[in-house]
């Protein structure tokens, strides 16, 4: 059976909200004026967070500074953010996705996907029923969404890139080579400026030229992004939708950047922070996470974000550090990075029976064979200075129990009490850049 995802995003949401807000009190549409959401008209500060259609064709962009924005359109009308407004506009829409749709996952304030495999009987035409969705949400909350249909996540959120606002489209296989090879590969999932303008120097500019690039020629360039890119140039992508329901199911931390981290170093300081925060409280709730997930805001405000499941169930610092860094490794673009956060998810009670990785098995093995075959003809033990490869790659044990006196301590003399080396400022840096409180 050929999977059916549907991927439904709200029309430039948060101007929408507002418009859908103001319409119903008897006042202009923002949509139909140049508009947008975001800053201080008057101290000409902060930055734009959605736009309309008329303040798009006077070139104002999302992320850009108000004043600028003021520049091209001296007469742009600006609503001040209400998160309160969003966060219920947010719930409405998904509230009506959910009478539709046996699964939904919601994957940032104004979109999600819904998994309509298997609902041919029930709905046997899947534009119909998008439709459906699509004009319920209209006529009982005031603002339009575009639905993508395809058979995987990336599919369906490329179709629902297509024309705006308002519309439905179709991204099937065979449809790939005439709706998607022909656009410029900026136009592709997880390409962002600096990658597309690395394509384009390359000679690559078309989704369809890249996706007819050799796959190793790009990971020479790009690293594990160009296999991700040709993937998704070839409409290779994943076909799971998680249920938000069991997705609630977890914790979390995140932190908006007070600067933008534009490497991997950068993005590694801030990841282990978010580790050490959402270990401690998984520690403290005595659970153990089978699966982990990294969250991706850009600089443009746009989200994305890759999930795994563990090898072993775990609630140790260096478990997280390490699996959410590949996460981010195999997700980013290398854009500038505005918010990152690390979620888990199916969690276990601590006493829960773990199945174990073999891994663990390996490193609890190799760890007790160095011990015992490091030592003299007489059988006496080797100096300390010779078991540094012993210490160096703590089973998971150890690495429990190191977390275990790390609580102890910081519970008894205060969270400060141990700092991470990696956190100390270098003299060449800011001790308090992109470091989550």
């Given at each position: 059976?050929?999977?059916?995802?549907?991927?439904?995003?709200?029309?430039?949401?948060?101007?929408?909200?507002?418009?859908a807000r103001r319409v119903a009190d008897g006042e202009p549409d923002l949509r139909l004026i140049p508009s947008a959401i975001g800053g201080d008209r008057d101290k000409r500060t902060g930055v734009i967070l959605a736009k309309s259609i008329p303040a798009k064709k006077f070139?104002?962009?999302?992320?850009?500074?108000?004043?600028?924005?003021?520049?091209?359109?001296?007469?742009?009308?600006?609503?001040?953010?209400?998160?309160?407004?969003?966060?219920?506009?947010?719930?409405?829409?998904?509230?009506?996705?959910r009478r539709f749709a046996p699964v939904v996952e919601q994957v940032s304030i104004d979109e999600c996907f819904l998994d309509m495999t298997g609902t041919g009987l029930l709905y046997p035409d899947p534009i119909a029923i998008a439709h459906t969705i699509k004009d319920t949400?209209?006529?009982?909350?005031g603002f339009t969404v575009n639905v993508g249909i395809a058979p995987n996540k990336l599919l369906a959120k490329m179709a629902s890139d297509f024309t705006k606002p308002d519309r439905i489209h179709t991204l099937f296989p065979d449809e790939i080579a005439k709706k998607m090879?022909?656009?410029?590969?900026?136009?592709?999932?997880?390409?962002?400026?600096?990658?597309?303008?690395?394509?384009?120097?390359?000679?690559?500019?078309?989704?369809?030229?890249?996706?007819?690039?050799?796959?190793?020629?790009?990971?020479?360039?790009?690293?594990?992004?160009?296999?991700?890119?040709?993937?998704?140039?070839?409409?290779?992508?994943?076909?799971?939708?998680?249920?938000?329901?069991?997705?609630?199911?977890?914790?979390?931390?995140?932190?908006?950047?007070?600067?933008?981290?534009?490497?991997?170093?950068?993005?590694?300081?801030?990841?282990?922070?978010?580790?050490?925060?959402?270990?401690?409280?998984?520690?403290?709730?005595?659970?153990?996470?089978?699966?982990?997930?990294?969250?991706?805001?850009?600089?443009?405000?746009?989200?994305?974000?890759?999930?795994?499941?563990?090898?072993?169930?775990?609630?140790?610092?260096?478990?997280?550090?390490?699996?959410?860094?590949?996460?981010?490794?195999?997700?980013?673009?290398?854009?500038?990075?505005?918010?990152?956060?690390?979620?888990?998810?199916?969690?276990?009670?601590?006493?829960?029976?773990?199945?174990?990785?073999?891994?663990?098995?390996?490193?609890?093995?190799?760890?007790?064979?160095?011990?015992?075959?490091?030592?003299?003809?007489?059988?006496?033990?080797?100096?300390?200075?010779?078991?540094?490869?012993?210490?160096?790659?703590?089973?998971?044990?150890?690495?429990?129990?190191?977390?275990?006196?790390?609580?102890?301590?910081?519970?008894?003399?205060?969270?400060?009490?141990?700092?991470?080396?990696?956190?100390?400022?270098?003299?060449?840096?800011?001790?308090?850049?992109?470091?989550?409180?």
């Open positions: 059976m050929q999977r059916l995802i549907f991927h439904v995003d709200v029309n430039s949401a948060f101007l929408s909200w507002e418009a070139g104002v962009t999302t992320g850009e500074p108000v004043a600028m924005a003021l520049r091209k359109c001296p007469q742009l009308v600006l609503a001040k953010p209400d998160f309160a407004l969003y966060t219920r506009n947010s719930k409405a829409f998904i509230a009506i996705c949400i209209f006529s009982e909350l090879w022909s656009l410029p590969v900026d136009d592709l999932y997880m390409v962002g400026h600096s990658s597309a303008a690395r394509l384009k120097a390359l000679g690559i500019r078309t989704i369809g030229e890249l996706a007819a690039t050799d796959p190793d020629y790009l990971r020479q360039e790009f690293k594990s992004h160009g296999t991700l890119m040709w993937e998704y140039a070839n409409g290779i992508g994943d076909d799971h939708v998680h249920s938000t329901k069991r997705e609630a199911k977890g914790i979390g931390n995140s932190t908006t950047l007070k600067e933008d981290a534009r490497t991997l170093a950068d993005a590694k300081k801030v990841l282990l922070s978010l580790s050490e925060s959402v270990s401690i409280r998984l520690r403290k709730e005595k659970m153990l996470a089978q699966s982990i997930t990294v969250e991706i805001r850009y600089h443009d405000f746009t989200n994305t974000s890759h999930q795994c499941s563990l090898l072993s169930a775990t609630n140790t610092t260096d478990a997280l550090y390490k699996t959410a860094v590949s996460l981010f490794q195999q997700l980013w673009n290398s854009e500038p990075v505005r918010l990152l956060g690390i979620r888990t998810s199916r969690l276990l009670p601590e006493d829960a029976p773990v199945q174990l990785s073999i891994f663990d098995y390996a490193a609890d093995s190799s760890a007790s064979a160095m011990i015992s075959t490091e030592s003299t003809a007489s059988g006496s033990p080797l100096p300390d200075g010779n078991k540094k490869s012993c210490t160096q790659m703590p089973s998971a044990n150890k690495q429990k129990q190191l977390d275990a006196a790390i609580d102890s301590i910081r519970k008894r003399f205060g969270s400060k009490a141990l700092v991470r080396g990696s956190f100390l400022p270098s003299p060449e840096s800011d001790p308090k850049k992109n470091h989550p409180s």
